[in-house]
């Protein structure tokens, strides 16, 4: 069965430090999607970056910096010179192709990192 | 557009009463989830729809009934609530993209249990 594992609960850094999320994942799938969601302090969830299981290539967004290595089955998101917009809790998830080529998009999330961003 | 509307935001209830969650987009999607979110723990799927008429169980379905009379609605029923559902709840929407859906919430109902 799938699995997303965010080890790190709790993330407190001072603004324009540099911040990594990790997130490792389990799967028997060789096709399937992460994802990213940030959770701000209002509540609603917002699509970050999604990265099929082809494509290791690194992405870089204003800030924002993903790594995925399907060697570790890694996905870490850095935050660059963070500030303090950036406090929320982040999540981490799966789908997969699943039996029948179709997961119908059921999405697998992690625990959630909640990040602190002190001024 | 309004996307994924919740209601109601906020509901407070004594164990073994009964309640309905809506949620209704206006994105013509035919995907729909109800998930639920607990400290700790994620965000869990509880039921989903791949369309009008159809419901389908996720991984935590009980205690919980679902219907999706209409492609723009999505109901999640408790019928005897208990203070272990005590939680927030999401219900989400995508398109039929088979397994690379990008979802989109709705702002999410806080059902606490007494």
């Known amino acids: 069965a799938q699995k997303v594992t965010q080890a790190q609960t709790e993330i407190s850094v001072v603004e324009k430090e540099d911040v990594t999320l990790d997130c490792v994942y389990e799967t028997r799938d060789t096709t399937y999607y992460l994802f990213w969601y940030k959770q701000p302090p209002s509540g609603e969830l917002v699509f970050l970056i999604r990265?099929?299981?082809?494509?290791?290539q690194n992405e870089i967004s204003g800030r924002y910096s993903w790594n995925f290595q399907k060697s570790t089955s890694s996905f870490n998101f850095t935050i660059t010179a963070s500030q303090v917009v950036d406090s929320a809790v982040y999540f981490c998830a799966l789908s997969e192709a699943g039996a029948g080529g179709t997961s119908y998009g059921k999405l697998t999330f992690g625990q959630g990192t909640i990040l602190t961003v002190h001024p | 557009n309004a996307g994924v509307t919740q209601t109601p935001k906020f509901r407070v209830l004594k164990t073994g009463q009964s309640m309905t969650l809506l949620c209704a987009q206006d994105m013509n999607h035919e995907y729909m989830y109800w998930y639920r979110q607990d400290p700790g723990m994620g965000l869990r799927l509880i039921h989903y729809?791949?369309?009008?008429?159809?419901?389908a169980k996720g991984e935590v379905p009980d205690g919980y009934n679902v219907s999706r009379l209409k492609k723009q609605n999505f109901l999640l029923g408790l019928e005897s609530a208990a203070p272990s559902q005590t939680s927030v709840y999401f219900c989400a929407s995508s398109y039929t993209d088979p397994w690379a859906n990008v979802l989109t919430f709705g702002a999410g109902s806080r059902l606490t249990v007494l």
């Open positions: 729809s791949v369309g009008e008429g159809t419901t």
């Open positions: 990265r099929n299981s082809f494509d290791e």
